[in-house]
């Protein structure tokens, strides 16, 4: 027999074929989807399971599993291994001993403990260990074994996708600043239909006041091309892009607006404008792009920094990109976000120049150099955003597995990043740049209208919050 075949086929063992001390084990990790999975299907929704902020605060100061969630476990063993298909559940009694975490691997044990004869009753001990062996739950199971041989193909499973971000998404992030004063805007270069309507629908959307800065004629032929109304707008008519891009850091620099936002030109054209030492709007900080994403696949909110500005940042550029991103974390509702450094390992290689500038960087965090977040790296992707996969690592960090802030080691892999979790991850997204004395909203001429508004709505927290606090 192919030692592979387990994983095709189902095969029960009949009473006859049972002794006591037989026994089968499964393993399984604990993710967050399993967590969501079973909260629809029993309708359990106890914050203690689904509400990472909530669960930091109780004593298991985090996310647990259901308790039932291993007794399901119990149950899939004793269906597809010992006794197998054709046993029926009779009875099951469960005693729970410790908390399973996300990323915990659980080994879940069922061991022939009592047979009877006359009836084929099976008594079974039932065991789930944790990766550290410790035993959290235990209990007995009490079946009827079957008295034929069965074996079938094992049934294919459907992928299920959750749809957590999406419109929804979009939805929570307007209603949280709807109570906020939409803000003026300067909107460089609007010459085609995406940054027009982009804008156009962030003002329906009640985010921005738009100032238009660019060449009035063919704003307006751009307008009458897609049957937009342009009635009660601003336009400030300048020749060509270039001089949209000054103008608008004239108007941002003499208060007359609070952000500006990228249309129909290039991002090295708009951020020279902003920071060129002449437009005022240079801060002791380097500039730096951030990227706010959301996906099916991760509990939370996360920011991949830095994509677009900053080509291959030193040491002391990464430290002002992480202090933006930390600020940026602060204002969409993230108190002590955790800062996961990336790099291909995750350990510290003298030949792998990203490992000891997240060595250092981490230091500075240490000694008060860099404030407001937790730091840790160099760590790789996986061990930043999965806890199974650090665990299995051996590492023990407050970021691993839960980072709120994913610093790339240079802008190549960092748009990778962002744009794979984008077309491949199902993410949602929205771009901003800080370290201005405004927020620049930056968008490709490839993002979706949700993503413009979303990147409209994060401008109008950062303008508020720079209303009181001035970066």
């Known amino acids: 027999m192919n030692a592979n075949d387990d994983l095709h086929i189902l095969r029960n063992r009949t009473f006859d074929e049972l002794d006591v001390g037989d026994s089968a084990c499964i393993e399984r990790t604990l993710t967050q989807q399993d967590i969501q999975l079973f909260a629809i299907l029993s309708g359990d929704a106890n914050p203690q399971h689904l509400d990472p902020e909530f669960a930091a605060s109780t004593r298991f100061h985090g996310v647990v599993a259901h308790g039932m969630w291993g007794g399901a476990l119990i149950s899939a063993v004793l269906g597809t291994r010992l006794p197998g298909p054709g046993t029926i559940y009779l009875g099951q009694t469960l005693r729970f001993l410790a908390p399973v975490k996300l990323g915990d691997r659980i080994a879940i044990a069922v061991t022939v403990a009592a047979l009877d004869p006359a009836t084929r009753?099976?008594?079974?001990?039932?065991?789930?260990?944790?990766?550290?062996?410790?035993?959290?739950?235990?209990?007995?199971?009490?079946?009827?074994?079957?008295?034929e041989r069965i074996e079938r193909p094992r049934t294919a499973l459907p992928e299920i996708h959750f749809d957590a971000v999406g419109n929804d998404g979009l939805q929570r992030l307007l209603a949280h600043v709807a109570p906020l004063q939409a803000i003026r805007v300067a909107v460089v270069h609007p010459c085609d239909v995406p940054s027009l309507t982009g804008a156009l629908d962030a003002r329906t959307a009640g985010l921005i006041e738009p100032v238009l800065v660019g060449p009035r004629d063919r704003i307006e032929a751009v307008a009458a091309e897609a049957g937009l109304d342009l009635s009660g707008l601003a336009i400030e008519d300048v020749p060509h892009s270039h001089a949209a891009a000054a103008r608008a850091a004239e108007l941002a620099r003499d208060g007359e607006v609070e952000a500006l936002m990228k249309g129909s030109l290039h991002t090295d054209e708009l951020m020279t404008a902003v920071v060129v030492r002449e437009a005022g709007l240079r801060t002791k900080r380097r500039v730096s792009h951030c990227f706010v994403l959301q996906t099916p696949h991760y509990p939370r909110p996360f920011i991949v920094t830095d994509a677009a500005i900053n080509l291959a940042p030193d040491l002391q550029q990464k430290a002002d990109i992480i202090r933006n991103a930390i600020d940026l974390a602060h204002t969409i509702g993230v108190d002590v976000p955790r800062v996961a450094i990336l790099a291909a390992v995750e350990t510290v290689m003298p030949s792998m120049p990203a490992t000891l500038d997240a060595a250092a960087l981490c230091k500075m965090a240490d000694r008060g150099q860099i404030e407001g977040g937790v730091l840790d790296g160099p760590l790789a992707f996986d061990n930043a955003v999965s806890i199974a996969a650090a665990r299995t690592k051996g590492i023990v960090s407050d970021v691993a597995g839960q980072a709120d802030i994913l610093v790339v080691p240079d802008l190549e892999s960092g748009n990778m990043l962002a744009k794979q979790l984008m077309y491949m991850g199902e993410a949602a997204s929205a771009g901003i740049v800080l370290g201005a004395k405004v927020p620049v909203i930056l968008t490709s001429r490839a993002d979706s209208n949700a993503s413009r508004i979303a990147s409209c709505a994060i401008a109008v927290m950062l303008a508020h919050r720079y209303r009181t606090s001035p970066p």
Do not use: F, Y
Request: aromatic content about 0%; charged content about 25%.
């Open 121 to 147: 009753r099976v008594t079974l001990a039932c065991t789930c260990t944790n990766q550290s062996g410790d035993r959290v739950i235990e209990g007995e199971a009490d079946v009827i074994a079957p008295d």
